[in-house]
């Protein structure tokens, strides 16, 4: 492993040159590295970065540098022109979060992964922590690139790690590493679950015994301990959250859809030693991320939540556990191996609408428990919610988008698709109240 003092002596080439990409290029720059390839598949993206040469240059270069940094979103298992040659050199692959570790190995880390929960539940920590005076730095895969800051001393990361970052990680070393769940994602990416929860437990690979491994249930303790981590591991159980739960003033947090996020946080701050009473207060005046579980618009006895981020059912649960009579809005792209259990939830869904291009996918697994209507867009679901719920307003009703799946059949991506679900409520609600 190099240091902050060796790296301006070595040679890296980076691959991808999107905003992780671009992100590398200027802290290896400002780190003085003078030895910098850099390739993307892009033809777009390699003239806005001056690349001269072509693949069969960077090919041959590849041999010479000491560490090649790829970008978290490349698949270097998926057959494409550079395949053999990464393989050949595998042992060189690092990401951008091993440069980290490198320059400020004596800055404290706390490292977040896991399936669900991830974004949130670093952002309640930046504010506890912020709030608690600890000088702290908040990014990765949420926000800006860790790379992008220059901390002190004592400045504190906090770092989201997504499962495409910690499959090329080696060096990562988590003063602090929470694993907060494990479900089937990004199948298509890693090929199996074991290569997904593999690439995961990589947070604790490199602790020793004064970093703290907190895992939420014992499968995954049992996985660690195979694993012969040295971290000292934690088990993070809802119960002892729950006992503060009830002082929290603030009702973001306290719907059940933040119940496993919380219950880490409030472990990791009693590992810092932040007292009980600090802990609640500064919590008050939390604001949670837009299209996670996010209740934007209430009128008439009518709440409207978008938690567009819901992309799969694991994800869903919480939100239709937090309510009752929810007008569901579901459908989407489907995640590889992702099935909709309802069992008890059934029980709080008025009716379930699906949207998008894989109508049969939700319709089997969902009509024999709950009412359903094949709507198929956003803006046909709302039209009959609308419909239905305006002439009855005495009793209380949630009118919810949490797809359960992802949004590339019919949006970009889930903010577009939670962006265009807050605008079209706006829109019926000026129409019908």
């Known amino acids: 492993m190099i240091r902050s003092k060796s790296l301006n002596e070595k040679s890296f080439a980076v691959y991808g040159l999107g905003v992780a990409g671009k992100s590398v290029v200027k802290f290896l720059i400002k780190h003085n590295v003078k030895k910098i390839i850099k390739w993307d598949d892009n033809k777009e993206n390699r003239r806005t970065q001056k690349i001269k040469g072509n693949l069969v240059n960077f090919k041959k270069k590849l041999k010479h540098v000491d560490y090649i940094i790829v970008s978290p979103g490349i698949k270097l298992n998926k057959k494409n022109a550079l395949t053999n040659i990464f393989s050949e050199y595998k042992k060189k692959i690092i990401s951008d979060l091993d440069l980290l570790y490198f320059v ?38 949420i926000g800006k690139s860790i790379l992008d800051f220059t901390p002190n001393r004592k400045t504190i990361f906090i770092i989201e790690a997504s499962s495409f970052q910690l499959a090329y990680s080696r060096y990562i070393k988590p003063n602090y590493a929470l694993m907060l769940n494990i479900s089937n994602d990004h199948l298509d990416w890693h090929g199996t679950r074991k290569n997904y929860l593999n690439a995961k437990l990589k947070i604790f690979k490199n602790q020793n015994k004064e970093d703290f491994a907190l895992i939420g249930h014992k499968q995954l303790q ?211 109240f």
């Open 104 to 141: 400020y190995p004596k800055n404290k880390s706390i490292m977040v992964t896991g399936t669900n929960g991830k974004s949130t539940t670093c952002k309640i920590i930046d504010h506890v922590l912020k709030n608690n005076k600890y000088d702290v730095k908040l990014g990765g895969n």
């Open 222 to 432: 049992k996985k660690l301990l195979k694993k012969k981590s040295k971290g000292n591991i934690k088990i993070v159980d809802l119960n002892s959250y729950k006992i503060v739960k009830s002082k929290i003033e603030n009702d973001y947090l306290l719907s059940k859809t933040n119940d496993l996020n919380m219950s880490f946080v409030f472990k990791l701050s009693k590992i810092l030693k932040i007292r009980e009473k600090k802990f609640i207060k500064s919590l008050k005046n939390f604001k949670g991320l837009p299209h996670r579980h996010e209740i934007f618009y209430k009128k008439n006895n009518i709440k409207f939540i978008n938690d567009s981020k819901a992309t799969s059912f694991e994800a869903t649960r919480g939100a239709l556990e937090s309510s009752k009579n929810i007008h569901w809005i579901v459908g989407g792209k489907p995640k590889i191996g992702d099935k909709l259990r309802l069992n008890k939830l059934s029980k709080n869904i008025t009716k379930a609408y699906i949207i998008g291009k894989n109508i049969n996918f939700f319709k089997k697994q969902i009509e024999k428990k709950v009412k359903v209507e094949i709507s198929k867009s956003l803006k046909k679901s709302l039209h009959s919610i609308f419909e239905t719920i305006y002439t009855n307003t005495y009793q209380e009703k949630t009118v919810l988008l949490s797809p359960a799946s992802a949004s590339f059949d019919q949006y970009e991506n889930f903010e577009i698709r939670g962006n265009e679900f807050k605008k079209l409520v706006k829109h019926y609600a000026k129409k019908y």
